[in-house]
């Protein structure tokens, strides 16, 4: 089974006093948390760790030490003596750093699946009842992410064949993308056949981007927000046909006031994207992981009667197809941290 590892080295200062005693640990926590930290009081925060693991890096630990890789080796020239490599072994199945976004004006950590990383001193790795000075304690927020496959799959398909009341005729949509998979902040070309041959108009073509969010960990919460809606104004009238490519794309930026929407994992104030698409693996329990993102393009028809009450006796045509947004692999890449 492929491994994810996570390389790092600890710098051990050796002018601090504030604990004689004690050993140097490593901490690395994959955490769920949906609630804020003013909500404990009244019992409100959901929080669950899926995944925790220690190492214990000073005094070293007897055994055989694993190899130093070029990054370990490139941070103990900075640190000297007082470096500490070390490394772990994460199973792939842990899920992709998420964020929800807050509310304008929202306090503390966001709700999401996180990564924390926490170097301390202690007697022992974990013990409740062993206090740890906050002097002694240093964290780091990491992210993990899942890059898209090296072999992209041909785009999805749709059509569906709409009749009207008192009308033998139809009005057939179809929609499709090339790609399987498109890139955070790349264009999406969709594209558009319609063939009308009802005595109703076509008014005009909107095409919007769902984003659904299940939340497996809170009571199955589930919810979508639409991330992207345009409208064009290409007319069809009654036995027309348009074919068309659509170019769109899904920005956080024109995002940033909806609270909820789901974001890859944020490291501080550093800008993010909307999240990726979640890929489970053969065999992998959905329920380890936390947050499920999927997307979904719908493409309407604005469909009117002719006359001066058509408007008024519009309708929608509409027809769907999955989207799979994700970030691409650096080149020479291995790890997926």
């Not at 999401?112 to 790795?125: M, S, T």
């Not at 974001?263 to 698409?277: H, M, P, R, V």
Request: glycine content about 6%; charged content about 25%.
């Amino acid at each position: 089974m492929a491994l994810t590892l996570l390389d790092a080295t600890f710098w051990r200062n050796s002018n601090n006093n504030h604990s004689p005693f004690g050993a140097v640990w490593v901490q690395l926590v994959c955490a769920f948390r949906y609630g804020h930290d003013d909500l404990d009081v009244i019992g409100l925060s959901f929080r669950k760790d899926i995944w925790i693991k220690h190492i214990q890096i000073y005094p070293p630990a007897a055994g055989e030490k694993p190899t130093n890789t070029p990054m370990q080796d490139a941070l103990m020239k900075k640190a000297g003596e007082e470096g500490h490599p070390f490394t772990f072994v994460m199973p792939t199945n842990l899920p992709c750093s998420v964020t929800l976004q807050p509310a304008p004006g929202d306090t503390g950590k966001p709700c999401g699946v996180d990564y924390e990383l926490k170097a301390y001193i202690a007697n022992e790795a974990d013990n409740p009842d062993e206090k740890i000075s906050k002097k002694d304690t240093c964290r780091l927020i990491i992210r993990k992410i899942q890059f898209a496959p090296d072999k992209l799959e041909t785009g999805p398909k749709s059509s569906i064949l709409k009749q009207f009341i008192m009308s033998d005729k139809a009005i057939h949509l179809e929609t499709s993308i090339e790609k399987e998979v498109y890139y955070h902040g790349d264009p999406i070309p969709v594209k558009v056949k319609i063939n009308n041959e009802t005595n109703k108009v076509v008014k005009k073509v909107r095409i919007s981007i769902d984003q659904t969010t299940d939340v497996l960990l809170y009571s199955a919460d589930k919810y979508t927000k639409v991330v992207l809606c345009e409208e064009f104004g290409d007319q069809v009238n009654s036995n027309a046909t348009l074919e068309k490519e659509y170019k769109v794309t899904p920005l956080l930026a024109n995002n940033k006031e909806k609270r909820g929407l789901a974001l890859d994992g944020k490291i501080k104030d550093e800008d993010t994207n909307l999240a990726s698409s979640t890929l489970l693996g053969s065999g992998v329990d959905k329920d380890i992981q936390g947050i499920l993102v999927s997307y979904k393009i719908k493409v309407s028809l604005m469909v009117a009667s002719g006359g001066l009450l058509g408007n008024l006796t519009s309708s929608d045509v509409t027809a769907d197809i999955p989207l799979v947004l994700m970030s691409p692999k650096p080149a020479g890449e291995v790890s997926i941290i």
